[in-house]
């Protein structure tokens, strides 16, 4: 008989049983569901509402039952509906009625939302530090080019001339967001809901602080009906996961871009590229690309919870069951794509020849001459249409700016001076954008710098 199966006359349908049962899907919560039980049951029996001694056979039976799932010894079932009515179950066969006194004070509904924060504030602090190995393994790359220039991009074209360390550095900071964002969802996830009860709390003079406490809670929810209705942590949680994946289908369309013969500015290692079966010369960069591909994953999932909330009358529904496999799947497909991403990352070569011959092509620095002439007195506007006809000119004759001889650039404006070749170089670009946040050596070690601070501060 089902455990509620009280006022009914008949067993539900096999197809019903099926269809209604999560155990598929939340059974891996068995360990947050037993250790909020053993909670539960502490504080049951030191609120003298059960006894002391079923208090402790309950304990007992619920850390027996742990260890027994933990080594393959019980099998869910179908019947039980959900990882709360199985585990339930079984601590009923074992200790009979003391078992059935378990759930005093309690529903399945304030169960279930306290069994989905705590599995979510172990995958939060996982995902957190998996975040935090990326970013070291941006700083790393970046102390090691940082003079290493390339060319920035606007629209795909070649703009302004940064270094690879500032380019590493402007994920760090979207990543650091990321973290942030983590940080700030994980403290809505941290409030206990038990004692909400079925939605209208209980009777029962239950310690909810104690049970907060001993499942290390930061606070308590504040009104029964919305402890058991509200999933927004959930739906905070994918939004932030999708913000995340994001950026990592950004660094990895980057990734893709710069391994092909076209760009050639970096080399993934072997061990994280792989092959064609028909085109012997291939060397595909396949996990930026499932990376990327993945971010579709996450995104569904967010439009999933937020499709399932919508217009959910308070407080519990079934339709919440849903929540689950989107949010374990959007988990899921975080942690596996950020450590193999990572290691991707610190191992590919930087052809640092190649980002260099680079920013010297596409006149990366005719913003640099153009502000060199507004130093000598022109007025921006003015030096924009000078330099402009110079770089017209230069496609038209197949030149650089800086192939430019003193002759030529004279025939633009009699301002310009021997000086102008140091001051356009590309060195000279990078170097004279030393402004907070820029790409100058001096700013990114600082940007380096203030990193690494940032990861401090998260221990
Ligand atoms: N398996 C359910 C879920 O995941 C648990 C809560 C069920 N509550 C109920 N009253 N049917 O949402």
Redesign the pocket.
């Known amino acids: 008989m089902k455990l509620w199966g009280g006022r009914f006359a008949k067993n539900t349908d096999k197809s019903v049983d099926d269809f209604n049962s ?1 155990i598929r899907f ?1 059974s891996r919560m068995y360990k947050q569901d037993i250790l909020g039980s053993i909670a539960h049951a502490k504080m049951l029996g030191e609120c003298s509402i059960i006894s002391k001694d079923e208090s402790l056979l309950i304990q007992k039976t619920l850390k027996e039952i742990l260890a027994d799932i933990e080594n393959g010894l019980i099998e869910f079932e179908v019947d039980a ?2 990882i ?1 009515m199985n585990i339930e179950k079984v601590l009923i066969e074992r200790i009979g009625d003391t078992g059935k006194k378990l759930h005093t004070g309690r529903s ?2 304030d169960q ?1 939302a306290l069994d989905i924060r705590m599995y979510l504030k172990d995958e939060v602090l996982e995902i957190q530090s998996m975040l935090v190995s990326l970013q070291n393994t941006l700083l790393d790359i970046a102390e090691k080019n940082l003079d290493t220039i390339l060319p920035g991009y606007t629209h795909l074209q070649r703009a302004q001339p940064i270094t690879f360390a500032h380019h590493m550095m402007a994920y760090f900071q979207m990543i650091r967001r990321d973290i942030e964002r983590l940080c700030d969802c994980y403290k809505r996830i941290n409030v206990m809901p038990l004692g909400s009860g079925a939605l209208a709390g209980t009777t029962y003079p239950l310690n909810r602080e104690l049970v907060a406490n001993e499942l290390g809670f930061q606070a308590i929810t504040e009104n029964s009906l919305d402890g058991v209705s509200d999933r927004d942590f959930v739906v905070e949680l994918a939004s932030g996961l999708s913000i995340l994946m994001m950026h990592l289908s950004r660094f990895s369309e980057e990734i893709i871009l710069w391994s092909s013969h076209e760009f050639y500015f970096i080399e993934l290692d072997d061990a994280y590229s792989t092959g064609s079966s028909i085109m012997p010369q291939k060397k595909n960069p396949d996990i930026a690309e499932l990376v990327r591909g993945k971010s579709g994953r996450v995104y569904g999932s967010l439009m999933t919870l937020l499709t399932v909330m919508k217009s959910l009358p308070l407080a ?1 529904n ?1 339709d ?2 849903e929540d ?1 496999e989107a949010i374990f799947d959007a988990v899921d497909t975080v942690k596996m794509c950020l450590p193999v991403f990572t290691q991707m990352l610190g191992t590919m070569k930087v052809r640092k020849e190649n980002m260099y011959k680079a920013a010297q092509g596409g006149f990366t620095n005719a913003t640099d001459i153009a502000d060199y002439l507004v130093k000598k007195g022109v007025p921006f506007r003015s030096s924009h249409e000078i330099i402009g006809k110079m770089v017209l000119y230069c496609i038209q004759n197949n030149k650089a700016i800086d192939e430019l001889s003193m002759d030529e650039f004279k025939g633009f404006s009699s301002l310009i001076e021997e000086d102008v070749y140091c001051e356009i170089s590309l060195e000279k670009c990078v170097s004279g954008r030393n402004i907070p946040g820029g790409p100058a050596k001096e700013s990114v070690v600082n940007a380096i710098e203030n990193g690494k601070k940032f990861i401090q501060s998260l221990k």
């Open positions: 999560s939340d509906e959900d709360h399945r509904n279930v519990y079934k919440m069951q689950k």
